[in-house]
């Protein structure tokens, strides 16, 4: 299983921007596909966006289409995901796994990225 690191959450303003960054040690990285997954408090670990080997395809849950872009560049064996116009209840900790569709591969995440929004 590859290993993952997640950064870049924080603490903002509704309206603000972050990117957040995913990368890997393991050059084998670049062969998979990676999502975004995201987790509020007391509530299930969603899919948020999910691109694949090459940066190719890309896939986005309804609630981020339009403000969130993920996208990957594999010479730095990293995946990013730029949030736009954050609303509070974007408010989660943020994970990132190499995946299969919507699914993630595996079941060891790592210790993800806070990302909190004030209204």
């Known amino acids: 299983q590859v290993q993952l690191v997640e950064s870049g959450g924080g603490l903002v303003q509704a309206g603000a921007s972050l990117r957040l960054s995913c990368t890997a040690s393991e050059r084998t990285f670049t062969n998979y596909a990676v999502g975004w997954f995201r987790q509020a408090p007391g509530k299930e670990r969603d899919f948020v966006a999910g691109?694949?080997?090459?940066?190719?395809?890309?896939d986005y849950a309804d609630s981020v289409k339009g403000r969130f872009t993920i996208s990957r560049e594999n010479s730095q064996n990293a995946v990013y995901l730029q949030m736009n116009s954050l609303k509070p209840e974007d408010t989660a900790v943020y994970y990132c796994?190499?995946?299969?569709?919507?699914?993630?591969?595996?079941?060891?995440w790592g210790q993800g990225t806070q990302v909190t929004v004030s209204s």
């Open positions: 796994a190499t995946v299969y569709g919507r699914i993630a591969l595996g079941d060891v």
């Open positions: 691109i694949n080997w090459n940066g190719g395809t890309t």
